[in-house]
């Protein structure tokens, strides 16, 4: 039985006071969503959306005896202090008890003063910049951060000798943290970074940076841009002749998006990536998963983002069933920290000390099969976690 789902329009004055007092035991434990759902980010908002939904399809929408309402906000992925007013009116207003979603890091950044003023836990399934945590005692990670993808995509180019690379990241602060993470592993293994190159956040154009990527000849360019942002630039990539020059493509695994990787054709063929999910991930968690996600949004696949909401909902029914159905936010909080459990992308924790999550990462090959373009892991590192 699926969840209630609430939609409200964008708008409407921002509450300032604090929570009211907790919902009784048995009345609907309500969920604030917040995501893109219209704007350049809108596919984030999608794949998480329908990743809630299908976790309730396959678990029900009950747990620790609460039956789960789901408050869904369109906050368009740019603007946040459009963010910030939907979590003051969800927390006040709507009083829910649980805040989720959160597609970048600005936008995660602007509800986290409300989630520690109401004392709501605070689940973040998309963003992914290392400090994000730290910036309210109320968040619990379920995405990643980009450390976890960087380090090891440099500790693997290093071994493939790769000992010369260009980083190119989009200029704000996932990028500058997956330029720092790789440039620092990969010097420290041995390599060398001769150029680092920073491209907008908005209508980013690629070709002159792509030029200077030539120019430089390294043996690899290492490319991290936002989910849906990898189209254009792989395009690109090929286009200026940098396969052909000998030039390396390696990233994160946002570049390759699985909900879009079908329609980035030929030129993505071939890159290496770090991630935490595949698609492809080959278990019997990632096949249900992915039966679920098809039965509530057909024609979709299941990317990474999908997988931190999917977690996001698990990790919020387990709290519910620990605490016996409370609504109280510091109770909810402490049987979150540390909980582990079996993820569609493996095995995972969520750090009793820092409460962000500890995962596998897989280095993982963009190849053809099946009339299909999957991105299929073919090495696996252990149970990383970001140590910032």
């Not at 929408?61 to 869904?72: A, Q």
């Not at 373009?373 to 990383?384: K, P």
Request: neutral net charge; proline residues 6%.
């Amino acid at each position: 039985m699926n969840a209630i789902i609430t939609r409200r329009a964008l708008g409407g004055a921002a509450a300032v006071a604090l929570a009211r007092p907790a919902l009784a035991q048995g009345l609907a434990f309500r969920i604030g969503l917040i995501l893109p759902m219209t704007g350049p980010f809108a596919s984030t908002g999608r794949q998480v959306d329908a990743a809630v939904k299908a976790y309730l399809r396959q678990h029900g929408d009950t747990f620790g005896g609460r039956k789960v309402e789901i408050l869904l906000r369109d906050d368009t992925g740019v603007a946040p202090d459009v963010t910030r007013r939907h979590a003051q009116e969800l927390a006040t207003r709507e009083r829910v008890r649980t805040l989720m979603g959160f597609g970048l890091t600005p936008l995660a950044l602007a509800a986290a003063p409300v989630a520690t003023e109401a004392k709501l836990p605070m689940i973040v399934t998309c963003a992914a910049t290392s400090f994000i945590p730290q910036r309210s005692p109320f968040i619990l990670r379920t995405a990643f951060s980009l450390p976890l993808a960087c380090q090891p995509m440099a500790d693997w180019a290093f071994r493939n000798n790769i000992k010369s690379v260009v980083t190119l990241v989009t200029d704000f602060a996932p990028g500058l943290d997956s330029e720092k993470a790789f440039k620092e592993r990969f010097e420290r293994a041995g390599g060398q970074v001769p150029l680092t190159l920073r491209t907008p956040l908005r209508n980013p154009d690629y070709a002159p940076f792509l030029q200077r990527v030539r120019d430089a000849r390294p043996d690899a360019l290492f490319i991290f841009v936002p989910s849906g942002e990898g189209a254009a630039l792989t395009k690109q990539f090929a286009e200026r002749g940098l396969p052909e020059a000998g030039v390396k493509l390696i990233g994160t695994g946002d570049v390759v998006d699985d909900d879009i990787l079908n329609d980035m054709g030929d030129s993505v063929l071939g890159a290496i990536t770090c991630h935490h999910y595949s698609a492809a991930h080959d278990s019997a968690e990632n096949r249900a998963f992915a039966d679920a996600f098809r039965a509530v949004a057909p024609g979709m696949r299941q990317n990474f983002m999908a997988a931190g909401g999917y977690d996001g909902m698990h990790l919020v029914g387990e709290m519910l069933k620990r605490t016996n159905g409370s609504d109280d936010g510091e109770r909810l909080l402490a049987a979150g920290r540390g909980l582990s459990w079996t993820s569609p992308r493996g095995p995972v924790t969520i750090d009793q000390q820092s409460r962000d999550i500890v995962q596998d990462m897989y280095i993982r090959r963009t190849e053809r099969r099946d009339g299909q373009i999957w991105n299929i892991e073919f090495d696996t590192i252990r149970q990383v976690r970001d140590e910032g």
